[in-house]
């Protein structure tokens, strides 16, 4: 297998004044080059810190990591040609300058001779729709189209991996879907190259990985296909309840037998909680403590499990459920 | 692999850096009043209080070339070796360092897209000022003076850069330090008076500065009558040496603060 990027025992350690804080914990991470690999974790999981290790702005506490057959400590010069990365809700650049000066000045920052630079611009531009924008300057641009210019950026130089770090982010449904269809066009055009991308939205990674590290606490937790992590919780039913907004419920469905995990959404005013039952009978016992509880049963639903169901299966909670310390 | 050259990347980021200032200053026309009318004034008023004490003649024409100097020392200070600061909150920093160019492209291209403001500022301030107070200038010494204040500039910049490497390092402290820097060095580096009456000792140290001496030298080379702190020969010798060692250390100190800055977390911006 031809490897774009692998990881063994990679550790980081942020040290300031009186703390320490472990982001990363010792990740083994082996990306086959060619695919298009998610990295899928709660806010402080230690994606970012990942990342930025990856591209060679930050140096791993301990452990290595290889990108493109490079060492990201030692030979990060000659890697830095070979990679990009672009971050969800980056306000990179400078306000005043067009959109196409803009992708053209980071251009130059690796050597790329100005007639063909410009000219990948304008077909970039095109292909993400922003043709109309290229005149227009930065600072008044929408976020979408912000977000679709910080991915030009990082294609024009033809990068043998792209990172990129939760880049739909705070965008649009539409927006984000542009980005992801951008990036799965970028991908087909040629079988050898390799995205890296970082999201919180399960949706995403099933989506768009082929596969997916699920990260938690600086540690991947699970890695497979999207298939595969969703096999993992299907031998469970899983089953939504809605339920009237009332006191704290989840402590005690996930005290009932049979109920392997639970997690709760607030959806249109409503508590979403779903269940993952290992057998059917755990149901009769989930329904007694919802009487008990006096809160109304607004809807059942069984449905096919989703990475979110994996993920809470692995995790003991759900991915936007505050960290409880 | 094959890539573009260093030297080719080096040269196009200088460019490419240079421009987005350009661009500001040719888009938002603000800067001439802050930038040139404002520093105009402050030299007239200084020339006002050399009248005042009744300074000789040829003192007008120190202030004037001190004012001309000092939009460069400007520059460096504000847009050069606090830059990064800026740069590392906008998240420009991090492109910029992981691209495969080198930082001290980033930064000349930065001081040359600058360098358009500071030379208007500079000529309006010479023109202005020469042409109301009636300062005169030895014509003989002009060509050579223009090629020292191009060393001295050189130098300049390069002292720049070895400020900012520093400022990679000292992040939120910079801003205080560059203001705690700019009025001692107008003393120190006698922007407003000759050298030669601070004594050899603040002198000295004021010689640190290029600037110090390559005004020193201009003055002596246009302004008849300067007194004279060190010889001319010595003073531009001096400062080809200056170039020499703030461009070999600048580099350095980059390369060593830069992966300093890497292991400490200090290139990227915090999102969490
Ligand atoms: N520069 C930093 N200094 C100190 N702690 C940091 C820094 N950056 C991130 N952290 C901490 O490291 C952990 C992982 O953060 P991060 O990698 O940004 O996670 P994610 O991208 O998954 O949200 C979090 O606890 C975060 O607070
Ligand atoms: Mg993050």
Known sequence: MDIAVETRALRRVYRSRNQEVVALDGVDLRVARGQRYGVLGPNGAGKTTMIKILVTLLLPSSGEARVDGLDVVHQFRELRHRIAMVSGGENVGFGMLKVKEQLWMFSQFYGMPSAPSKRRIGELLERLGLSEAADRRVSALSSGMRQKMNLIRGLITNPRILFLDEPTVALDVGAARDVRDEVRRWMAEDPTRTVILTTH????????????????????????????????????????????????????????????????????????????????????????????????????????????DAFVKLVGRGMAEEEQA | MSHPSAMRIFLKTIVARAYPRFVAAYRNRAWLITETLLPLVGTIAMIY?????????????????????????????????????????????????????????????????????????????????????????????????????????????????????????????????????????????????????????????????PLTLGLDAIRQLILPGTPQFIPLSVEVLAVVAQIIAYAALSQISLRYLERQARQDARLILRST
């Open chain 2, 49 to 209: 209080v050399y009248r005042a004490l009744h300074a000789p003649a040829r003192f007008l024409g120190f202030v004037v070339l001190g004012g001309v100097l000092l939009a460069f020392w400007q520059n460096v200070i504000w847009a050069m070796a606090t830059q990064f600061f800026w740069d590392r909150g906008a998240g420009n920093l991090e492109l910029f360092a992981m691209a495969p160019t080198s930082l001290a492209a980033i930064l000349l291209g930065m001081a040359l897209g600058g360098a358009y403001v500071s030379l208007t500022r500079a000529a309006t301030i010479l023109l202005v000022a020469s042409v109301l107070f009636g300062v005169s200038y030895s014509l003989s010494g002009l060509l050579p003076a223009l090629g020292v204040f191009v060393l001295t500039i050189s130098a300049l910049y390069c002292l720049g850069m070895l400020l900012a490497s520093l400022f990679l390092f000292y992040q939120r402290e910079a801003w205080q330090l560059a203001d705690a820097m700019q009025e001692p060095i107008y003393f120190l580096s006698g922007f407003y008076f000759p050298v030669r009456s601070l004594g050899a000792v603040v002198g000295g140290v004021g010689s640190l500065i």
């Open chain 1, 201 to 308: 939205y399960m949706m995403e990674a099933d989506e768009l990985c082929d596969r997916v590290a699920i990260v938690n606490r600086g540690r991947i937790v699970a890695e497979g296909t999207p298939a595969e992590l969703k096999q993992r919780v299907q031998q469970n039913a899983i089953v939504d309840l809605q339920l009237s907004p009332g006191g704290r419920l989840l402590d005690a469905l996930r005290a009932v037998e049979g109920v392997a995990a639970a997690s709760v959404t607030e959806q249109d005013g409503l508590d979403r909680f779903s269940l993952q039952l290992s057998n059917d009978a755990a149901l009769g016992g989930v329904m007694r403590v919802v009487e008990g509880s006096g809160r109304q049963i607004r809807g059942v639903q069984k449905r096919e499990p989703t990475l979110e």
